[in-house]
């Protein structure tokens, strides 16, 4: 029962190409809602009966976030999709974008007719050059088509659609510094609230959405928001893509339905590489804390599951490690990653990550002290939940996981001062 | 849920009521309930960078900033509790890993936000054992010292910029614990207001200059005072030790100043020690000034005074300067009066006095009331320079949305969006013309006016703004056609149903004229006095090279008279040049006095420093004369006796800009040939800036120069840096040539009030130029 949704087409040869895409019945539900003047209210209603939640990473409901906008007060309003895609370990976005383009332009459009927007952008990150480009042809042939721009199909609905390309900063991919920077300006997050769908771009109201939570809404208005939350399980509508990387035979993105088992994941990208042991999985994005790997073999890939074990879905990137991998480095990586991308405007995060790092960087190096771990886990706590996004969070997580699971690797090279596993 | 909607909150167990909405710093603050803080700002958009203002508030898991979480029904806040005070200590041990903590030998130790709050909020020791960070300091200008390895990126200083100073030079680069305040590029940060950043930043990292570890916090004293320039007459604190000023604050002052200054304001008092400080009485002895004893000067003064008036009172006049207080203006009309003179004027930079003026002019609405205009001419004004504070407030005004507009002889460089009429000062009045025309004006030279679409434009803008006014500025009072120009501003506001408004050049230009220091009947006004000589003169404040209309003239005049009596309390070269006695008077922050700003409010202020060497403040040396003159009514003992008997004198009279108008005068000013603009810049105002060194290292002390555009200079066949002979009447100057875009064609700019000008004839009249 894979690829449903986002990959459905992925059999085609050449799906990017608008021919493709509608042979297979690509843009007839937007037609049909011009058509038929679909109120937009019974389109947000069909979102929500899907049980969609953002693919971004936060796994917030898509039809609820859309209904926060005003959509009959008067003045601009945008769609903007999230094409950053800068979560370590996830990768597929991009795939969507090259193979898919069409489904995510169809989704966006059925998004701004939905919320009375006009406009929308969708914000790609700054190394995806090819991806872009198949994006841009894709736009450029729906212009062509009639699907893009001024009264779409004689309905007295008009949506403009561009692409913008980041310029490689991980935290753009949050929505607020993504608007920020759509704007011209630096990359730093807003304050919320308020929320972009009050004062989002330009002030305006926004809905902002990730790739792939644009690209399911095609689908979800063809067959139906019951037909695409029974794809899931409970509080899991839906199938989902999987971007599965680490010490595993072939890493790649799969669609399958939330609620599927890791294991069968597992064994879908052809299980561990050489044989060897798995010891540990980062199973949404390395922000979301790390699971053992004996625990992860139990756990189904849904929301609820991962929440329960302590961790997040997240964006939905399965980082597996096997029993070579040193988890003191792994999280000295991990730690540089944010240090390297907080944007430095909330004091937590700004002074916090650079100390996160350098103290775990000490404890790889031989340098630790018996007092570290102790500091690790209090200044995790004073950096979670004090900033103004949630990158703080994201760089105290992968921390507080890795000393409540692992801890005794950290021990062991602080004493010894060196590596329990090489 | 309205906006105006009264909420109750409880706030550490106590009930608060505020408007929904509000945020709960502001509820709070005015509780007198104290949160830490570094970012938020009252003043300035909420950034909620920080995180030292998190409190906890019930049923919300995460600790949440008060600066930026309103108030809602029923919210219950913890300010103290656990989760609140463990969340303000983890910024604060946050903040402080990266801070050098070296405050003894930091300029803001003992009166920084971070010192302080780290007192109630910091550990004893540091966990942070790694190197801290270090940043290289940047050089923005004179008079902003930066020390940026101190900086807690709270961007206090960035919104200040963007928001307040309309400035974007100061940003943050960089990202993560890389991030730097600096400039793009390297630039100094220019802008009349830039000091105020200095106050801004909770932290030693941006410092002043000119006071740079010159004294330590706790052994300042702090004295109130009325900042001595512009007309808004800005709330001051001067900050004291062993009897010298060592820096000038801003006091708030929400109807005034509210918590800005201007930089003029904060740095001129660096002129009270410049080296040429007159602390001892001079007189001219053979031709050579020696130095004497009071009551030897004090004689003399009397003596030649008398000598000159001899039968007439008449063959006097004195010329004071509009930085004045009121108690010296008062006192010193009461002397020329007592002997008989009625020719008394301290308008020294007006040419044209056919109009008659209203008696009591002012800006014809409250400063804060600028704040909401919805529309503004304003004529023959660089506002921004001449009134930073007042700038400030049309700026505040503009970006929610008011129409500004300029009828120039200068195109200025502005902070936000405006109209720019730019014309040669002849121009000016023809558009000034053709805007009356376009409002339904007729008479005299409206009839012949060409009303083209930006005058309409203009005359729209006015007449249909809710709240509109007509501002004059100081190029307007040196017009050789001043008149004109008061008439015709005076029908496009009646007609546009706008506020007229004057913007008084002076700390106490509207002062000067309730303590009657004008001409009374028959007397002659400071043109006149300045054009026919008079047998004995009494100045007061005034360098004659630097502060009158034409410099050449007053200085050709002052020297045919058979006496002339300085009160001063600086060294001067023309004033020396022209004196026969200089008596050494306290200059700002050494007397006490009052002014009376733009909105018409008696400011009166207190000395903060005994006056400098063995000069005395002017009432005393005005009243010891009185008595020397055997005049009644100078036994006063105090300024505020003076200043009482001014009072009855001015009565009730309230701030009033109406007066019988009319455009019925004879245009003066031809220009057909080149016209010199002679505006005075910002740093060259009065005495006091011109000898404040910081400011004048600034980019806004232009030098003397003559400033004409490129076409104007093919024309002549000059380039960039020529050195030229500017002629002026029978005047000359040699002034180096600058291609400057911002003059109109047929002008050519020369400011006033500068070493090299002051040769020069009046500020605004035909010049020509020769190559050199
Ligand atoms: C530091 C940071 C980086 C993020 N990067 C991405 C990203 O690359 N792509 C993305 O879709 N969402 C990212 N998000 C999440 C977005 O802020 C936002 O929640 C999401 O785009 C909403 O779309 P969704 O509801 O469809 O998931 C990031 C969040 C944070 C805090
Ligand atoms: S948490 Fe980090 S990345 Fe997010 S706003 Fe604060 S400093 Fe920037
Ligand atoms: S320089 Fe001062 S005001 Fe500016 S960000 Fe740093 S600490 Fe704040
Ligand atoms: S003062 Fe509230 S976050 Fe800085």
């Known amino acids: ?422 | 849920m309205s906006d105006d909607q009264m909420v109750t909150i409880q706030v550490d167990g106590r009930e608060l009521k505020a408007k929904a909405g509000t945020l709960l710093i502001e509820v709070t603050d005015a509780a007198g309930i104290n949160i830490p803080r570094f970012c938020y700002h009252k003043k300035l958009s909420i950034a909620a960078n920080c995180r030292m203002c998190l409190v906890e508030v019930a049923k919300v898991p995460k600790p949440l900033p008060a600066c930026a979480t309103p108030v809602n029904e029923g919210m219950q806040v913890y300010t103290r509790s656990p989760l609140a005070l463990a969340a303000q200590k983890g910024t604060m041990e946050f903040l402080l890993i990266n801070h050098p903590l070296d405050c003894p030998i930091c300029d803001q130790g003992g009166e920084c936000e971070l010192q302080d709050i780290a007192l109630g909020y910091g550990n004893d020791a540091s966990r942070f054992v790694e190197g801290k960070r270090v940043v290289p300091d940047r050089d923005i200008g004179p008079l902003i010292a930066t020390d940026f390895t101190r900086c807690i990126h709270c961007t206090r200083c960035v919104r200040f910029g963007a928001e307040i100073a309309g400035i974007r030079e100061l940003g943050a680069t960089g990202r993560g614990e890389h991030m730097e305040i600096g400039t793009y590029i390297e630039k100094s940060v220019d802008s009349e207001l830039s000091g105020n950043i200095i106050d801004i930043c909770p932290v030693g990292s941006l410092t002043s200059k000119p006071f740079l570890y010159s004294a330590r916090a706790w052994e300042l004293v702090q004295r109130k005072s009325i900042a001595p320039h512009d007309s808004v007459g800005s709330s001051l604190n001067l900050h004291v030790r062993r009897n010298q000023v060592m820096r000038v604050h801003p006091r708030d002052n929400e109807a005034v100043n509210e918590c800005w200054i201007s930089d003029r304001d904060r740095f001129s008092y660096e002129g009270l020690y410049s080296a040429d400080r007159l602390t001892r009485p001079l007189v001219k002895k053979s031709g050579n000034w020696v130095e004497t004893d009071w009551q030897e000067a004090l004689e003399a003064v009397a003596q030649g005074l008398k000598r000159a008036r001899g039968t007439s009172g008449n063959r006097l006049g004195a010329l004071l300067s509009p930085g004045a207080t009121l108690e010296e203006f008062y006192l010193a009309q009461k002397l020329m009066r007592g002997l008989g003179s009625e020719n008394i004027d301290f308008r020294l930079r007006q040419s044209d006095f056919r109009a008659e003026e209203p008696a009591y002019p002012w800006l014809g609405q409250t400063i804060a009331q600028l704040d909401e205009l919805n529309a503004a001419l304003l004529i023959g004004s660089n506002i921004r320079k001449e009134q930073p504070i007042l700038g400030h407030r049309l700026r505040k005004a503009a970006l929610t949305g008011a129409q500004i507009s300029f009828i120039n002889p200068l195109e200025l460089e502005l902070n936000y969006h405006a109209t720019q009429l730019v014309n040669s000062p002849a121009g000016m009045i023809s558009d000034l013309a053709a805007v009356a025309k376009a409002l339904g004006g007729y008479g005299g030279l409206i009839d012949s006016a060409e009303v083209s679409d930006v005058h309409h434009r203009l005359a729209e803008q006015l007449r249909t703004a809710e709240r509109a006014t007509v501002l004059l500025g100081n190029i307007a009072v040196a017009h050789p056609d001043y008149a004109l120009i008061q008439g015709l501003a005076r029908i496009i506001a009646g007609n546009s149903g706008s506020l007229l408004g004057y913007l008084p050049e002076a700390a106490n230009s509207v002062g000067g004229r309730l303590a009657g220091a004008l001409p009374g009947n028959d007397g002659s006004n400071a043109q006149e006095m300045l054009s026919n000589p008079h047998k004995g003169y009494l100045l007061m404040g005034v360098e004659p090279g630097f502060d009158c209309w034409n410099p050449a003239r007053a200085m050709e005049t002052l020297g045919q008279a058979e006496f002339v009596a300085a009160l001063s309390a600086f060294r001067s070269q023309s004033l020396e040049q022209v004196a026969d006695v200089i008596l050494p008077i306290a200059a700002f922050a050494e007397t006490s006095g009052t002014y009376v700003n733009a909105q018409g409010e008696w400011q009166s202020f207190s000395g903060a420093v005994a006056p400098a060497g063995e000069s005395r403040p002017a009432w005393k040396v005005l009243r010891v004369l009185g008595n020397l003159l055997d005049l009644p009514g100078f036994d006063q003992v105090s300024s505020e006796e003076i200043l009482a008997e001014a009072r009855q004198v001015a009565g009730d009279r309230k701030p009033d800009n109406s007066a019988d108008g009319g455009v019925a005068y004879e245009r003066l000013l031809a220009g057909v040939g080149l016209t010199r603009i002679g505006d005075v810049p910002i740093y060259a105002l009065d005495p006091l800036v011109r000898r404040a060194a910081s400011l004048q290292k600034t980019r806004d002390a232009i030098e003397a120069s003559s400033r004409i555009n490129a076409r104007e200079a093919a024309m002549a066949g000059l380039a960039d840096g020529d050195k030229v002979v500017v002629k002026q009447d029978k005047n000359s100057a040699k002034l180096r040539v600058v291609i400057d875009p911002t003059v109109p064609d047929g002008c050519v700019r020369i400011p006033a009030g500068l070493v090299g000008t002051d040769t020069l004839g009046g500020q605004i009249g035909d010049v020509t130029l020769e190559k050199a």
Not at chain 1, 81 to 92: A, L, M, V
Not at chain 1, 116 to 124: K, S
């Open chain 1, 1 to 422: 029962m894979a690829n449903e949704v986002c990959f459905r087409n992925m059999d085609q040869d050449r799906p990017w190409l608008l021919e493709q895409y509608r042979s297979r019945g690509g843009y007839e539900v937007l037609t049909r809602i011009l058509r038929e003047k679909t109120p937009p209210e019974s389109i947000i209603n069909e979102v929500k009966a899907s049980g969609l939640r953002g693919r971004g990473g936060a796994g917030f409901p898509t039809g609820l976030k859309w209904s926060f906008i005003a959509r009959n007060a008067p003045g601009q309003k945008y769609v903007v999709c999230n094409s950053d895609e800068g979560e370590p370990g996830t990768f597929k976005d991009r795939d969507v974008l090259r193979y898919n383009p069409h489904q995510l332009i169809e989704g966006m459009v059925i998004a701004g007719y939905a919320i009375g927007a006009t406009r929308g952008y969708n914000y790609i990150r700054g190394e995806f050059w090819e991806p872009y480009e198949r994006f841009e042809a894709a736009l450029e042939e729906a212009r062509a088509a009639g699907f893009l721009g001024r009264d779409l199909m004689g309905s007295g609905f008009d949506f403009e659609l561009h692409s913008h390309l980041g310029a490689g900063a991980y935290i753009c991919g949050e929505e607020t510094a993504l608007l920020e920077s759509i704007e011209g300006k630096k990359g730093q997050p807003r304050y919320k609230p308020p929320f972009p769908a009050h004062f989002g771009l330009y002030g305006q109201p926004t809905i902002i959405n990730n790739t792939e939570s644009l690209a399911s809404i095609p689908v979800i208005m063809e067959k139906g928001g019951q037909w695409f939350k029974e794809l899931g399980v409970e509080n899991s509508g839906g199938s989902k893509l999987f971007s599965i990387s680490g010490n595993i035979k072939n890493p790649g993105v799969f669609e399958i339905p939330l609620g599927t088992p890791f294991a069968e994941l597992l064994e879908m990208a052809g299980g561990m590489k050489n044989g060897s042991k798995i010891k540990a999985v980062i199973p949404g994005g390395s922000s979301a804390p790390i699971i053992p790997g004996e625990q992860m073999m139990q756990l189904t890939m849904d929301y609820d599951a991962i929440a329960k074990a302590g961790s997040m879905l997240g964006s939905g990137a399965v980082i597996v490690l096997d029993d070579r991998n040193c988890m003191v480095k792994v999280l000295e990586r991990m730690s540089y990653f944010y240090y390297e991308e907080s944007c430095g405007q909330c004091t937590p995060c700004r002074e916090g990550t650079g100390w996160l790092y350098r103290v775990v960087h000490r404890i790889e190096t031989g340098h630790g002290r018996p007092e570290d771990l102790a500091l690790l886990d209090d200044m995790t706590t004073k950096i979670a939940g004090r900033t103004i996004c949630a990158l703080g969070d994201a760089a105290a997580m992968p921390v507080q996981g890795m000393l409540k699971h692992f801890r005794e690797e950290f021990e062991y090279h602080i004493t010894h001062k060196r590596c329990l596993v090489s």
